[in-house]
């Protein structure tokens, strides 16, 4: 079956625009997380989804970031008046409920280029 | 908070070597520990974890790593690298237990890693 994906795959924004990135995660993975990597770094956690319930926000580095997946399977993460540091590479990740120790699978992530 | 350390940054080694990447983890508690690697152009495909039980963990490709609690340590290792090998390996771990609920992860740096034909 189809693994994560993620659209688009690179974007450009020039500074101050809004910007939208979508994540289809695996049929049936009830969690669903975002992560930031900046060059040179790992990923490093923004959100997380439980269905559409979003459970955990606590790593969105401003209120210019906002995400939803009102429907529990697409998840869109929004940037708002998009700035140079938002450059990165926006990862999502799904995984089966269960215990915590599942694997998440990770799609190929959307590189954000903010000029 | 959890946070990861991993301390080699770019390892280049002929082929045939043997390769321990180093891995260390802040958290306290119940842990679970992860080894995930992304080759060139491709995205991050999970090598081995650790959940409970057996504290060395063997994965895919021949890799294994080993959980050392007294030392924080989740080290990567194989006997014996080949070129398809190159690429980037992250170290990463989350809550643990029992519990359901997923759990984030925290990631390490990375280590690139460079196989010599």
């Known amino acids: 079956g189809a693994g994560v994906s993620q659209s688009p795959r690179y974007k450009v924004a020039k500074r101050g625009q809004d910007v939208a990135l979508r994540c289809d995660p695996i049929s049936g993975h009830v969690s669903l997380f975002w992560y930031q990597q900046a060059l040179g770094q790992g990923p490093e956690f923004l959100t997380y989804f439980q269905n559409e319930a979003q459970l955990d926000k606590s790593g969105l580095p401003s209120d210019r970031f906002f995400a939803e997946r009102p429907e529990g399977s697409v998840s869109t993460l929004k940037i708002q008046r998009t700035q140079q540091e938002d450059s990165a590479v926006y990862l999502c990740a799904s995984s089966w409920p269960g215990p915590r120790g599942n694997e998440q699978f990770f799609g190929p992530g959307t590189r954000l280029t903010v000029l | 908070a959890q946070s990861v350390s991993q301390h080699n940054h770019h390892v280049i080694l002929s082929e045939a070597a043997s390769l321990e990447l180093g891995c260390n983890y802040s958290y306290g508690g119940t842990v679970n520990l992860f080894w995930y690697v992304q080759y060139p152009g491709q995205h991050l495909q999970l090598l081995l974890k650790y959940f409970s039980g057996d504290p060395l963990v063997k994965g895919i490709k021949g890799f294994e790593a080993e959980f050392i609690k007294s030392k924080f340590s989740f080290n990567l290792r194989k006997p014996s690298v080949q070129w398809s090998d190159t690429a980037e390996y992250f170290c990463?771990?989350?809550?643990?237990?029992?519990?359901?609920?997923?759990?984030?992860?925290?990631f390490g740096t990375g280590t690139r890693l460079t196989v010599i034909p």
């Open positions: 990463a771990s989350s809550i643990g237990g029992d519990q359901t609920g997923a759990n984030n992860l925290f």
